[in-house]
């Protein structure tokens, strides 16, 4: 399996503060996609990078991508009660034998 | 549009009986994956189709497990007979063009399978 393994496994983190997720891969991607999953739901798309970009910003979301380390941190600033849920790196990869599949993601806990 | 539907939202049923998962993907998208999650396994991807065509189902557990997409706007996941390790929410996504740069992945809520 070339999925996706994320970093911490967990995070408990004051409304207000910085919340730092990682995750790391194994061989070759196109692009890597960071998700989140509401307790209860679906996962929903928060930012894809590609693997010829280094950073990315979306609102308090930053995403950052080193090819040369295989990794990936998805920082979200500010964080908010709501934004109290698990996240997921994936990384679709290269090669026709490639396999798409997640981790088992980083579950954020953030307090009021 | 409605989004990924699923049906059931819930099912339980005893050990040995037939399950069939539902699944409408977003119209025009032409890749649909099946997911199944636990909390000792994480997310795991179960099979893909792309075009109604079965591309990878090296994820299906075994063969008590089945999936088809007769058309563009419909799937079903067959487990049959069930077990209790099949407890598990199982999530249906669908995807514009797998492959493509921009292959964001919409996900339906989930049915959540217990097996007595």
């Known amino acids: 399996s070339q999925q996706g393994e994320e970093d911490p496994q967990a995070l408990s983190i004051q409304e207000g503060e910085n919340a730092t997720m990682n995750c790391s891969y194994k061989t070759s991607i196109n692009n890597l996609q960071w998700y989140r999953q509401n307790s209860g739901r679906g996962l929903v798309h928060l930012i894809l990078i590609r693997s010829n970009e280094r950073e990315k910003h979306s609102g308090r979301l930053r995403v950052t991508l080193d090819t040369s380390k295989k990794s990936s941190s998805l920082l979200i600033t500010a964080s908010r009660a709501a934004d109290t849920a698990s996240y997921f790196c994936y990384g679709p990869l290269t090669g026709a034998n490639s396999k798409l599949t997640f981790g088992k993601g980083i579950t954020l806990s953030v307090r009021p | 549009d409605a989004g990924v539907i699923q049906s059931p939202r819930h099912e339980v049923t005893e050990m040995g009986q037939e399950v069939t998962l539902r699944c409408k993907p977003i119209s025009g998208h032409n890749s649909l994956f099946w997911y199944r999650q636990t909390m000792m396994r994480g997310l795991e991807l179960l099979i893909y189709?792309?075009?109604?065509?079965?591309?990878?189902d090296s994820g299906m557990p075994e063969d008590r497990f089945s999936a088809k997409m007769p058309n563009a706007s419909f799937s079903t996941l067959k487990i049959q007979p069930s077990e209790p390790r099949d407890s598990a929410v199982y999530f249906c996504?669908?995807?514009?063009?797998?492959?493509?740069?921009?292959?964001?992945?919409?996900f339906g809520p989930g049915t959540r399978l217990t097996v007595l």
């Open positions: 189709f792309n075009n109604n065509v079965p591309i990878d």
């Open positions: 996504a669908s995807s514009l063009v797998l492959g493509a740069p921009h292959n964001e992945q919409f």
